[in-house]
């Protein structure tokens, strides 16, 4: 008999998180947004709804500036960001949502909204409130740190 391999979380996160991808992309294509792509979404994600430097997404995506440059491109080509000088200083380029970048944005919290349903039909309502306290815990020193600071203020 063989060894039974260990579960670690980062496997059990990055199953969970390819499910949700997958349904989100899915229903993405169903409401008329069949181009956006797996990348795009992430890049979508780590936007916030505020406008972004081209070089800190490329930190957070864990990819190259020109990486990050061309998706943003074939984003800003389908109208959902457009580029735009930094006010603090004109060498800084960031991405932010267009009108129409915003009405996908609205559309994207309506498809999460109906996937975290379906998961608390599936695991049930108290499970998924537990599953979304303990993912909102902090995680390190700078988090409880942040943590501290926001309930300061």
């Known amino acids: 008999m063989g060894k039974q ?61 020109q990486a990050v440059h061309k998706l943003a491109g074939e984003a800003a080509k389908a109208g959902l960001v457009e580029f735009v ?21 609205a559309n994207a919290a309506s498809v999460f909204d109906s996937i975290e349903l379906e998961l608390k039909e599936h695991i049930g309502a108290r499970n998924l409130a537990e599953l979304k306290r303990i993912l909102e815990l902090p995680w390190d020193e700078a988090e409880v740190e942040k943590l501290h600071g926001q309930q300061q203020e």
């Open 5 to 65: 391999r260990k579960t670690y979380l980062r496997n059990l996160l990055m199953k969970r998180f390819d499910w949700i991808e997958e349904r989100s992309l899915e229903l993405a294509r169903l409401n008329g947004y069949g181009h956006v792509t797996p990348a795009m979404s992430r890049m979508f994600g780590h936007m916030s709804g505020v406008p972004v430097g081209l070089s800190e997404l490329a930190r957070k995506l864990g990819v190259s500036r």
């Open 85 to 105: 000088s930094s006010p603090d200083n004109a060498r800084i380029v960031l991405l932010r949502f267009t009108q129409a970048g915003w009405v996908m944005s």
